[in-house]
């Protein structure tokens, strides 16, 4: 039997439906029941359970007699020609529900949040790999010696597995391409022909135990989550408990894999299998294809939540095991309707609606066995609210005030980011009265993308003045953009300010120190009399644009979780709440300030602390930290607790006293004048020193990188939905 063959079988085959009642006699005949009927992943999840502890031995090799049976059974079956496709099923099945658990028990979530002990995990994982090196032996043997040496069922397993590593980012590269697609060409590397299994498990085990980010999570120097849609199992197993998407991350999902519009029923090795599609979907509402424009914004959302529903899945283990601490996966509303407070709350109850059907039937098999006691059901999701308006205070309370957790994003400022602070403590101060255990919670910090407006500006303003000075503006112009490769776009542009504008963008004049601006600033004499000098000055700017997301990150994380500071806020939230010392400690707890949009490994590395704070990574932003961690230079303990840090003094100075720029970065730098009294009032009694000229709610709209973040956002979300209107006309027109 040729690989190609094999492929030909197994990548048609759909998981089967699995019924309820669950027959299952006990956890080892559950996991082999869901395994063979093609759930291997929720299978080998089903073991990542605090009340497996002490009993992982003994299932596993439960799970292994069981499945021995039936695996050396349909290798004979097969040497009679008997019902080939069936017996290649369980074959596959068999072996990939082991290479999962395997994976599983590799992977920090068993150790660090399931508590497995390391001699427990050791033990079973020997179990797992001495029966696949039989089972492979067993595929290029034949039970009767009739094989031919190969083994095209365990290589598709592991091509299968790896795949999914390489599609991140595969449809939309930036350099220097994702972590995952490098950690995939390592293991192949490692992957000996006649032995196919082991030799990936052992190459996987290093690329996954080695990781920079393993590391640093498994000695508590941060958490860590994806900014993307896919990959999330190798990341979970890196250390990664968290995940961030908004408009534009779901449709790069659906570039990168593509069968999510045909429904996650018919892959059996990648994402979990028990989600909808969305053709079934639209199968259930005939309306939509009578009028399918009427209903763009629902079909949108639904096509959000074929994407996002693997996700929440994949993350569903380690939420059950932390109590909603770890696995919450941010949605992002509608941004569109960012500003209306009611439609924004209403959209959100009817997602976390559908999230709560879905997994009262997910967790029926996941958690099937185990106590009665655990919460079935309730999604591990927070809803991104954008705070593009004042209304997302009143979204953010309103919904934390019900146990649904918010992630504010499209937040830039000091002064934003603290009030929004205040509107999670308000409403899960409501939430905690009420009986209701909060969720983690977020609070982004878009750093790289205030540096980029930032950067933007000043390149505005610096291109300005240069082209004053040059006889015509009209070809310099012309020449710096095609230097910089953007000739195109700035010959489309009807203004020469939009002609500015685009050749400033940051997709191509960052860093500012690009020597093509160097020669025309130096042409036009500014900045200095020479070119060397002009060099040194943006490369300094370049500097301290690249540090502003990160002060902000610190000062946030510093007015609210600081040694001195937190200890106020607890005592404040008891006192104005009514709450015990228990509540106040679980209201500010799961606070969490998150650094997203990150254009170099410093911008993490900078900002670590062992709690409240979760770093969300970008793939490529993923690669450049492992890079930076293979350096001779880096020592990772150098940066444990690096947030606490203070700024550097000569970056901030220089950022706030730029005359073109200043004014921009004291508006996100400091406090306004109600917050200092807010903070006075928590105890915080040098609260004058954040300074009081920050931005009020009212103008957080009028921010540049908040205009500049809604437009790409309510871009994306249009070209998202009209893409998903038209596959539901598609479909129609089959019908």
């Given at each position: 039997m040729t690989i190609r063959h094999v492929r030909e079988i197994l990548s048609s085959a759909a998981p089967e439906e699995l019924e309820y009642p669950v027959p299952s006699t006990d956890h080892s005949d559950h996991v082999v029941w869901l395994a063979l009927k093609g759930h291997t992943r929720i299978a080998a999840d089903h073991l990542l359970h605090k009340e497996m502890i002490g009993h992982l031995k003994e299932t596993v090799g439960r799970i292994i007699r069981a499945l021995n049976i039936k695996f050396n059974n349909s290798m004979m079956?097969?040497?009679?020609?008997?019902?080939?496709?069936?017996?290649?099923?369980?074959?596959a099945r068999s072996y990939d529900l082991l290479v999962q658990t395997a994976l599983n028990f590799f992977g920090l979530e068993s150790r660090k949040i399931v508590g497995f002990p390391e001699e427990e995990i050791e033990r079973a994982l020997e179990l797992i790999k001495n029966t696949l090196e039989s089972w492979e032996m067993v595929e290029r043997k034949g039970i009767f010696g009739e094989g031919d040496g190969n083994a095209p069922i365990a290589k598709f397993v592991v091509e299968e597995n790896l795949s999914e590593m390489k599609k991140v980012m595969s449809k939309f590269y930036i350099e220097p391409g994702s972590m995952l697609s490098y950690l995939a060409e390592n293991i192949e590397k490692e992957i000996e022909e006649n032995s196919i299994l082991l030799s990936f498990l052992n190459g996987t085990k290093e690329q996954i135990q080695e990781n920079v980010y393993y590391k640093m999570a498994e000695r508590d120097m941060c958490k860590f989550g994806n900014d993307y849609a896919l990959g999330l199992r190798w990341l979970r197993h890196i250390g990664y408990v968290q995940v961030s998407t908004n408009p534009s991350l779901a449709a790069i999902a659906y570039e990168d894999e593509p069968s999510l519009w045909e429904g996650y029923k018919t892959k059996q090795f990648g994402a979990e299998n028990l989600c909808t599609d969305l053709e079934s979907i639209s199968n259930e509402?005939?309306?939509?294809?009578?009028?399918?424009?009427?209903?763009?914004?629902?079909?949108?959302?639904y096509g959000t939540e074929v994407a996002i529903w693997p996700n929440l899945a994949i993350f569903r283990p380690i939420a059950i095991a932390s109590d909603m601490f770890h696995g919450m996966i941010s949605l992002q509303l509608n941004p569109n309707t960012a500003d209306d407070c009611e439609k924004s709350i209403m959209d959100a109850f009817k997602i976390y609606s559908d999230a709560e059907?879905?997994?009262?039937?997910?967790?029926?098999?996941?958690?099937?066995?185990?106590?009665?006691?655990?919460?079935?059901?309730r999604p591990n999701i927070v809803f991104k609210v954008a705070g593009s308006s004042s209304t997302a205070i009143d979204i953010t309370t309103v919904l934390e005030s019900h146990g649904i957790g918010t992630n504010n994003t499209v937040t830039f400022a000091v002064s934003q980011e603290t009030r929004l602070i205040l509107a999670k403590i308000e409403g899960r101060a409501q939430a905690i009265k009420r009986g209701i255990l909060p969720t983690t919670v977020y609070e982004t910090n878009m750093g790289g993308r205030l540096d980029d407006h930032i950067r933007e500006h000043k390149a505005e303003r610096l291109l300005k003045k240069a082209l004053e000075k040059v006889k015509d503006k009209g070809k310099a112009l012309e020449e710096l953009a095609e230097k910089l490769g953007c000739l195109e776009d700035v010959k489309g542009a009807?203004?020469?300010?939009?002609?500015?504008?685009?050749?400033?963008?940051?997709?191509?004049?960052?860093?500012?120190?690009?020597?093509?601006?160097?020669?025309?600033?130096?042409?036009?004499?500014?900045?200095?009399?020479?070119?060397?000098?002009?060099?040194?000055?943006?490369?300094?700017?370049?500097?301290?644009?690249?540090?502003?997301?990160?002060?902000?990150?610190?000062?946030?994380?510093?007015?609210?979780?600081?040694?001195?500071?937190?200890?106020?806020w607890l005592v404040y939230i008891q006192s104005k709440y009514g709450l015990t010392e228990d509540q106040a400690e679980k209201v500010l707890r799961a606070i969490h300030v998150l650094p997203a949009s990150k254009r170099k490994s410093a911008e993490?590395?900078?900002?670590?602390?062992?709690?409240h704070i979760v770093h969300t990574?970008?793939?490529?932003?993923?690669?450049?930290?492992?890079?930076?961690?293979?350096?001779?230079?880096?020592?990772m303990e150098e940066y444990r607790n690096s947030v606490t840090e203070p700024p550097n003094?000569?970056?901030?100075?220089r950022l706030l006293n730029d005359e073109d720029v200043g004014g921009i970065f004291r508006g996100v730098w400091e406090l306004t004048p109600y917050l200092v009294k807010k903070l006075k009032k928590a105890g915080i009694s040098d609260a004058e020193k954040y300074g009081t000229g920050g931005l009020h709610p009212s103008e957080w709209a009028e921010l540049g990188s908040t205009?500049?973040?809604?437009?790409?956002?309510?871009?994306?979300?249009?070209?998202?939905?009209?893409?998903?209107?038209?596959?539901?006309?598609?479909?129609?027109?089959?019908?």
């Open positions: 079956q097969l040497a009679e020609g008997q019902e080939e496709r069936r017996h290649v099923l369980t074959l509402h005939p309306e939509w294809r009578g009028d399918p424009e009427g209903y763009g914004d629902e079909i949108a959302a059907k879905f997994f009262k039937k997910y967790d029926m098999y996941l958690l099937w066995g185990y106590s009665k006691d655990i919460e079935r059901g009807e203004s020469m300010d939009e002609k500015i504008r685009t050749v400033c963008h940051r997709r191509y004049l960052r860093p500012i120190n690009r020597e093509a601006f160097i020669e025309l600033l130096a042409k036009a004499g500014i900045l200095g009399d020479s070119k060397e000098e002009i060099a040194k000055r943006l490369s300094e700017l370049e500097r301290s644009i690249s540090y502003g997301g990160i002060c902000v990150t610190k000062r946030v994380h510093e007015i609210f979780f600081s040694s001195e500071n937190m200890p106020k993490t590395l900078e900002t670590l602390a062992n709690e990574e970008f793939p490529n932003h993923q690669k450049n930290v492992l890079m930076r961690s293979k350096e001779s230079d880096f020592s003094q000569e970056l901030l100075t205009k500049k973040t809604m437009l790409e956002f309510s871009n994306s979300y249009e070209k998202f939905k009209k893409k998903c209107l038209e596959h539901v006309r598609k479909w129609r027109e089959n019908l």
